[in-house]
């Protein structure tokens, strides 16, 4: 737990415990049917924008810095959706290629030229 966040009186493994029981044990109906999420946070949750932000703000710093291709000209998320601009069109596919592979649970999506 960081020391210059005095507003959250939990330790680090009350705070896992807590997010653990918040995603992991979430029942949901499907077609007649209950089911449990056993990974990721449910759709429609409203623990799921917040958790997607958090992960992804950890973790896109390390890829992009780690990303060996062409220069990306500009970069943005916002939740859980990029924009990002290249100056070729292949390369905008390898990037997309390399930040696809980068979580096995994470699948990018691209638009590029309209006909997608």
């Not at 507003?7 to 705070?15: G, H, N, P």
């Not at 029942?27 to 992960?55: E, I, W």
Request: hydrophobic share 35%.
């Amino acid at each position: 737990m960081k020391e210059d966040n005095m507003d959250i009186k939990l330790s680090a493994t009350e705070l896992k415990t807590l997010l653990r029981f918040a995603t992991a044990q979430t029942h949901f109906l499907f077609k007649g049917s209950y089911y449990d999420q056993v990974d990721g946070v449910s759709m429609g949750s409203p623990l799921a924008p917040v958790l997607v932000n958090l992960f992804m703000g950890h973790n896109e710093k390390d890829w992009i810095e780690n990303y060996k291709g062409s220069k990306i000209l500009f970069y943005r998320r916002y939740v859980d959706g990029t924009f990002c601009v290249f100056e070729r069109e292949q390369d905008a596919f390898s990037f997309y290629n390399y930040i696809s592979s980068q979580h096995p649970n994470i699948r990018f999506t691209i638009y590029g030229d309209g006909s997608q």
